[in-house]
Structures are given as C-alpha cells and as structure tokens.
DNA sequence: AAGGCACCCAACCGCGAAACG
DNA sequence: ACGTTTCGCGGTTGGGTGCCT
C-alpha cells in the first residue's frame, strides 16, 4: 500500500502531472482560484491558487469523506471539499464517492446476468452510463463503462461484433458441435468461445469465459473468422458456475423478420454510431430481432434507429443518438432545489431515485407500521436537511411510498428558520400522510415555526439513530401545510406534510412505476445474493 | 530473474446543463 | 436576461498488475 504525502506542492493541472513514480509524487494540481481551498482564511483567497491533491485514495482520506459526506450529505461537494479537510476537488470527491464509497456499491466482478443486461440496455441507450447504470443497482456508471470499453476492445480484437448477429444466433440455438471439428490455428478463439452457455449468444463475450465448466456447451461458430490469440481471455471465478436460468438476449426460435418489427424505422445508409467516440464502436452490431425484442421491453427508445448496410444481410448496427435525458439524480436535484415554486404535477417518470430521502411509510396504526430505514447513508436514510447560513431556508420534500392499495405520494415545501447557521444536516424523518380514502388514520401534525427552539440542539451527532427529542423550528409553506405542534419528539411521532395528491392518470402510473422499480430492486438483490453465493462456492 | 507487453480500472479532465445570484 | 457557480456525464489516461518470453 502506498504511502501519500501529506505535504503539497503547486504543479500543473493536466494529464502529464501523472507521468512517473509513486503516486504519492504524482498529485498535485491547481484549480481555478473560484475555488478556495481546505483551511484556509477566507481573506487570503485572493490569488493563491488552491493546491489539490491527485492520484489514488488513501483509507485516511476515504475517512474523511465518508465523515464530511454523512456530514453535508451527497449533494454538497463544495461544502465537502471546502470543510472536509480533503485536498480534493469537490468533483474529484464526488466521484470517489460515487464509484467507491457510497454504500450498496458492489464490491465484486459483473454477474453474466448484470452482462446481458448492460448489452440489452447499451443496445437502447448507447454510451448513456449513467442511464445504464441506473438500472444496475450497485453498479457505478463508471464501472459499466469500463466494462464495454473492455469489452468493446476484445470484440475488436477478434473482429467480432459486440451484439451478437442474428444468423450467429440461429447457428447458436441449432448446433452443438465440439471444438474438435475446429482447425488448431483456432484452437484458442474456440477456447474462447467454447465456454460460452449455450443460452448466451455468441459474439457476447462475458468478460470472464470458463473453459471448464461443464454448463457450457460448445458452440459452432464460424472460426475463419475467429481470432488465434486468446492473451486477452480472463479468468474469474465470476462465471464458473452460471445459473441455468439466465436470461436470453434471444431466445430461439423467437425470430421475426425485420419488417415486423421496429426495424422498419431503420434504413441501410447510415454511417456507424455517430456519437461513438472511439473506434471500437466501429464494430457495436445488433440484430434486428434482437433489437426487436428489447424493444419490446424497453422504454421507448428515442430517436431513429439505423441500420448498416453491409455485406452481409444479417448485420446490422443501432443508429442513433443516445437519448438526453436528465439522470434520475438530476431530476432530483432539480426539483429538490425549486423550492419556491412546486411543479403542478410530480414527474418521477422511470425515476427509481425519487424515493431517495424518503422516510418509509408509517400509518398512526402502530400494527400496521414498517419500521424506519436505519442505515444512515442509505438512499433511503431519513431526510437529510442541511441548514444554511442567512436566515430561513425552504425546502421542498417530495416522498412516495405505498399503502395497501394504492401508490401515495406527497409533495411538500416548508421552511426551515436557522437562527444559527450550522453547516451540518438535520436529518429529520418524515412520515407520509395518508389519504382518506385508504383507510389509515391521517398524521397532521408539524411543529411550529414561532416557538423558538435553541439551535445547540441541532447537534449533527445525535441526529443520526436516536434523534433529538426537539427538531429545530420549522413551518410549513401556508398553502402546503398548518402547523399545529409547537414541538415534537421526532422518535415517537416524527413530523408529518401535508399529502399531496398528484392529479393525473400519467403521475399516477409513474407512482405505480416507482413502486414497481422498487419491487425489481429487491428482485435483484435476491439475484445478487445468489450470485454471490454461487461466487462463494465456485472460488 | 528481468524485461516487454497487454490489460484493467481508478482517477482525471473537459464540457455542457442546471442552478443560482 | 445574463454571468457565474455547481454539478454530472462521458471520454481518456496511465499506474498497477499479471502473463509471456
């Protein structure tokens, strides 16, 4: 493990300041001055360019920013990066974070499961990381793109496409013959190839093939084409023993001709990805069918699609411009930061992230409660409400959840009146409402923004599992919410908003879509843990 | 054992969008 | 309306590592 300098020294921003030695030698980098630095004066901000520290991570500085991130929460990398104590810059600390940090990140190779998925989903969304990696939970985007561009360059390599073709497919659900028909200057492409589940197509290359399971059937392919160097080839434990029952990209006997399906939107004289950046997008091909049937499934997928027109009839390549669209994060920061005006209705459309800081659920009933979620950096963690310096703050809380028939979701703005301006969050937890019509008896109560409540109370220590028995005075937007309490303990009865039902069929359905999204995510964990379990064993 | 090579992936950068003042 | 700040995304880099010769 490297040991990291302490001391910093000015250099140059850019690239060539990681040429050479131990990382530790190789960090430093400017800012812009807008940027004021870890400890120092505001006074002397004026043109002492902020030195910042570059290259790998120590634990200490993981330490630190965990503590500054429970601290000011996910959403506040300056404030991070100016009170942390870090020598980083707020991006760079956010994407340690993001890609290594947070928690629920998963620590251990792609499952041939989470593989096909990234295909299918790379087959809509293109280059979209952070798109695809929203529907990998526990994969960072930067991590799936690491992936394709690994995979990307061995498809490359072996001058093979990264979808599979759709004659390859036919040939793959029709044979079984054994590497032993294959010439031995393919012998180590069909190594390669061969380990391959038979249900796995064949120009999908699982980043780490086995060539001793015995799960894996062989696979005719057509080897003229094949690669003799098979240097690239990894092994992990990751795919020893796959589960029987993964999920086809496409199934056999499934095809359709192009013109029945969304195929016909396409034409053959397109040139290739237009937004690939590298080459190796050169050779992203996808069937028809098999484009068909994610479709089928998919979101709509905006924009043309395209196919290459090229020798054989059977290749093709998805034409288009990735959809931009807005992150479910963004989609949050934005609403969360239009705090003066709430939008009319509540678009979480496709948004798993809109729970994010959501309180579960919890009915007066106490038989009918579901225990608070706990872990404090979670997604799901108790409302985190940074109180800002300069008098009273509004906030905007939009929480969903569900009752027993049906998707509720509320929307809420109140004010936070900080008479001290701590930096740190008051984590609050807030309950939903319910809505007449379901049965549950109604929460109405919020405390009062004119009794005063002294600020040392706000301790940021003691907000985490048992909160404090007093939250700081708050009030709700007038047209939103009437405070009834002049103080609450947050443990027993934690503060209600108003329930804000949103009126439209659309938002309704993308309650029940949030909900749905919710369900899959537990789907997946369980996938996850078997997975896991199946890594356990096989290594 | 040492050097070369290829690959992986954590980290960095530039840029555009959104938010803010 | 406009300039500035902040955030997030996608592309790229290069150190670390393992394999091969």
Not at 50 to 60: D, F, H, N, T
Not at 386 to 393: E, I, M, N, Q, R
Request: glycine share 4%; proline share 12%.
């Amino acid at each position: 493990m490297a040991v990291y300098c302490d001391t910093l020294t000015p250099c140059t921003s850019g690239m060539e300041s990681r040429e050479g030695g131990d990382p530790a030698d190789r960090v430093e980098s400017t800012e812009p001055p807008t940027t004021t630095g870890g400890e120092k004066a505001e006074g002397e901000a004026e043109a002492e360019p902020v030195v910042y520290k570059k290259g790998a991570w120590s634990k200490e500085e993981d330490e630190k920013l965990k503590r500054a991130v429970d601290e000011y929460g996910v959403r506040n990398w300056v404030a991070i990066e100016k009170f942390s104590g870090l020598a980083r810059p707020a991006k760079n600390c956010r994407l340690r974070w993001l890609n290594y940090l947070r928690p629920n990140l998963k620590k251990y190779p792609f499952t041939l499961e989470e593989e096909n998925l990234i295909l299918d989903l790379h087959s809509k969304y293109g280059n979209s990381w952070s798109r695809i990696a929203s529907k990998l939970p526990g994969r960072s985007d930067n991590e799936i793109k690491n992936f394709w561009h690994r995979r990307a360059k061995k498809c490359q390599k072996h001058h093979l496409p990264i979808y599979p073709t759709a004659q390859e497919q036919q040939q793959q659900s029709h044979t079984n013959v054994s590497n032993n028909n294959v010439n031995d200057n393919d012998a180590d492409a069909n190594d390669y190839f061969q380990n391959l589940p038979t249900n796995y197509p064949n120009h999908t290359l699982p980043s780490t093939p086995n060539i001793h399971s015995p799960e894996f059937q062989p696979n005719l392919l057509n080897t003229s084409s094949h690669p003799t160097n098979s240097s690239s080839i990894i092994h992990s434990p990751q795919t020893l023993n796959p589960t029987p029952q993964l999920p086809q990209l496409v199934p056999p006997g499934s095809l359709t001709s192009p013109q029945q399906s969304p195929a016909s939107q396409f034409t053959d004289q397109t040139p290739l990805l237009p937004n690939a950046p590298t080459s190796q997008a050169q050779n992203l091909l996808v069937s028809p069918q098999q484009h068909s049937q994610l479709t089928d499934t998919a979101p709509q997928v905006q924009g043309p699609l395209l196919w290459q027109g090229g020798s054989s009839p059977n290749t093709f390549t998805p034409i288009r411009k990735p959809p931009i669209l807005s992150s479910p994060d963004s989609l949050l920061r934005r609403f969360s930061r239009a705090t003066s005006q709430l939008p009319p209705t509540v678009n979480v459309s496709g948004s798993t992230h809109s729970v994010v800081n959501a309180s579960p659920f919890l009915p007066s009933d106490p038989s009918l409660q579901i225990p608070w979620s706990s872990p404090a950096e979670s997604p799901r963690s108790p409302l985190k409400l940074k109180l800002s310096a300069g008098g009273p703050v509004l906030y905007s809380v939009h929480m969903s959840t569900q009752t027993t028939d049906a998707p509720v979701s509320s929307l809420s703005t109140f004010q936070l009146k900080s008479p001290t301006p701590p930096l740190s969050p008051l984590k609050l937890r807030l309950s939903i409402p319910v809505p007449p019509e379901s049965g549950f008896q109604s929460h109405s109560s919020i405390p009062d923004s004119t009794v005063p409540v002294s600020a040392p109370q706000l301790k940021p220590s003691s907000c985490s599992q048992d909160l404090p028995t007093t939250i700081q005075p708050m009030s709700l937007d007038a047209n939103r919410a009437v405070p009834l309490n002049s103080s609450l303990n947050v443990t027993n009865m934690p503060p209600s908003v108003q329930f804000y039902q949103p009126a439209t069929p659309e938002v309704n359905s993308s309650m029940h879509e949030v909900v749905s999204d919710s369900h899959l995510e537990i789907m997946d964990e369980l996938r996850e843990a078997e997975a896991r379990v199946r890594f356990l064993r096989t290594s």
